[in-house]
């Protein structure tokens, strides 16, 4: 093969490559939320509230600067939740994770102060909880109780719904009142995988508690983590980078 042909077959076809020119790569951050801890400083206003953001810039002061507005959560946490929460320095990227194509489902874990009766738990399962216009509140794809008392219990659901808000509202209207909602998972991110040890749910009085100062001390030092973007989320992100700046391309060569 002459030198002009090596060089044809060792390069990617256009379709193939992306468009690295105008390629930034974007990043993702797992924090863990507070329970009473609010998401960003609208929250706070008029309020005396521990901000999640503000705790964010102490730790990573160079990204979760107040000059980087480009930095903003995946996916919103109530006030009275915890858990995992994602960020990320892009817009398009966050978007994603709220596409068709992906739509990650919210896993949590609740515990519920009530009497978890076994027509409560047929409700649940089968989707039969539903609010006073007769709408479905909430639809839960996985449904699992962990530990089950007399008047407290720990339960597992996944869920498409992305306010906890309204995961609350569904298990009201079976008297059950979540005393606590802790985010676990979004989508493949789980909060076990990217932070072990930070919760213990062993089966005693002290439920979902930290039990050692092991565990607080752990909690404290792994607050925010950069993680890889899973490649079924990069190959979205990658093809939607590359057909946007192909109609830019267009319009241009159009225009000439």
């Given at each position: 093969l002459s030198k002009a042909s090596k060089v044809a077959a060792s390069t990617p076809s256009r379709s193939d490559?992306?468009?690295e020119s105008?390629?930034?790569?974007?990043?993702?951050?797992?924090?863990v939320k507070y329970r009473f801890e609010g998401m960003n400083s609208r929250e706070a206003i008029g309020k005396k509230r521990a901000i999640l953001m503000e705790r964010l810039q102490i730790m990573l002061?160079?990204?979760?600067n107040p000059k980087n507005e480009s930095i903003r959560p995946v996916y919103r946490l109530s006030y009275k939740s915890e858990g995992l929460a994602l960020y990320?320095?892009?817009g398009e990227l966050a978007k994603l994770f709220h596409s068709p194509q992906l739509n990650f489902p919210m896993t949590f874990r609740l515990r519920v102060h009530g009497k978890l009766k076994p027509?409560?738990?047929?409700?649940?399962?089968?989707?039969?909880?539903?609010?006073?216009?007769?709408?479905?509140?909430?639809?839960?794809?996985?449904f699992r109780v962990d530990a089950k008392g007399a008047s407290n219990s720990w339960i597992t659901?996944?869920?498409?719904?992305?306010?906890?808000?309204?995961?609350?509202q569904a298990f009201e209207l079976l008297y059950l009142q979540c005393t606590r909602l802790i985010c676990i998972g979004i989508g493949p991110y789980t909060l076990p995988s990217i932070f072990p040890g930070l919760y213990n749910y062993a089966n005693d009085k002290k439920q979902g508690e930290s039990k050692s100062k092991t565990d607080k001390e752990?909690?404290?030092?792994?607050?925010?983590?950069?993680?890889?973007?899973v490649p079924d989320l990069h190959k979205l992100f990658l093809q939607l980078q590359n057909n946007r700046m192909t109609r830019k391309q267009t319009k241009v060569k159009n225009q000439q």
């Amino acid at each position: 093969l002459s030198k002009a042909s090596k060089v044809a077959a060792s390069t990617p076809s256009r379709s193939d490559a992306p468009l690295e020119s105008s390629y930034v790569y974007p990043r993702v951050w797992a924090a863990v939320k507070y329970r009473f801890e609010g998401m960003n400083s609208r929250e706070a206003i008029g309020k005396k509230r521990a901000i999640l953001m503000e705790r964010l810039q102490i730790m990573l002061p160079k990204v979760f600067n107040p000059k980087n507005e480009s930095i903003r959560p995946v996916y919103r946490l109530s006030y009275k939740s915890e858990g995992l929460a994602l960020y990320t320095d892009n817009g398009e990227l966050a978007k994603l994770f709220h596409s068709p194509q992906l739509n990650f489902p919210m896993t949590f874990r609740l515990r519920v102060h009530g009497k978890l009766k076994p027509e409560k738990i047929d409700a649940i399962q089968h989707g039969k909880i539903h609010g006073k216009d007769g709408k479905k509140i909430v639809n839960f794809e996985e449904f699992r109780v962990d530990a089950k008392g007399a008047s407290n219990s720990w339960i597992t659901v996944k869920t498409y719904e992305k306010d906890p808000k309204k995961i609350e509202q569904a298990f009201e209207l079976l008297y059950l009142q979540c005393t606590r909602l802790i985010c676990i998972g979004i989508g493949p991110y789980t909060l076990p995988s990217i932070f072990p040890g930070l919760y213990n749910y062993a089966n005693d009085k002290k439920q979902g508690e930290s039990k050692s100062k092991t565990d607080k001390e752990r909690l404290q030092q792994n607050q925010v983590k950069e993680i890889p973007i899973v490649p079924d989320l990069h190959k979205l992100f990658l093809q939607l980078q590359n057909n946007r700046m192909t109609r830019k391309q267009t319009k241009v060569k159009n225009q000439q």
